[in-house]
């Protein structure tokens, strides 16, 4: 799940906001961690604030901050036919494809 905020500048996070996203991130967390959240959040949002301040005309952006290419190499088949290897992790038992319990309601 990606929780997505709209930052504006100067903006600070109360205690019912952290409580908010935790509820919708369905994590559990008592008062004492929700201060602590919330002032951990609001420092992160001042680092921004700060980032945004800085003249970033004449700087190209980065994919990675390491300049190496990757090497190419052929694809090639390693093993030999393990399908009934692989078929035997399955919870359930099955010839033809692998089971697993149902996850989605």
């Known amino acids: ?27 559990s967390i008592d008062d004492q961690k929700a201060k602590k959240l919330e002032k951990d959040l609001n420092a992160i949002f001042e680092w921004i604030e700060q980032l945004n301040q800085l003249n970033t005309d004449k700087v190209e952006p980065l994919t990675s901050i390491a300049e190496t290419t990757l090497r190419f190499r052929k694809d090639q088949i390693v093993s030999k036919n393990i399908r009934e290897d692989v078929l035997k992790n399955s919870p359930k038992e099955n010839k033809d494809y692998f089971v697993v319990p149902k996850v989605v309601e």
Do not use: E, Q
């Open 1 to 27: 799940m990606i929780i997505c905020l709209k930052v504006n500048y100067h903006m600070s996070i109360d205690l019912k906001t952290v409580k908010h996203i935790s509820k919708l991130s369905r994590i």
